[in-house]
């Protein structure tokens, strides 16, 4: 299993969301953070422009099995990309073990949808 996270403008969010759905992943989690980079965004106040270093972000924690691992990243990259400065990051990381609190059922079957 592997882990995703991923730093995104927050222009960009429903298209991720919608591009990671076409792909069936169809859970993760997302904050609304700031953060410091090398874009400036410039901001407007009665006229007067000044910038800022604190950058509005969402970031998205993703968990899938290894067999989703550059499906979801493909969905990423093409879903977030503007071509500029600031389009945002991802990271991959192992994930050892995950486990579904309801039945206590344990590995990668946790990440699956449940038929009913």
């Given at each position: ?60 924690s ?30 991959v ?24």
């Open positions: 299993m592997k882990k995703i996270e991923a730093i995104i403008r927050k222009s960009k969010f429903s298209a991720v969301k919608k591009a990671l759905h076409e792909v069936d992943v169809n859970f993760f989690s997302y904050w609304d953070v700031t953060g410091l980079g090398n874009e400036k965004e410039a901001h407007v106040y009665r006229g007067v422009s000044y910038s800022t270093s604190d950058i509005q972000r969402r970031y998205l993703i968990v899938v099995n290894d067999d989703f691992e550059q499906i979801t990243i493909d969905a990423l990259l093409k879903s977030a990309a503007t071509g500029e400065v600031g389009d945002g990051k991802i990271f990381s192992d994930i050892k073990e995950a486990y579904r609190i309801r039945t206590g059922e344990k590995g990668g079957g946790t990440l699956k949808k449940i038929s009913k």
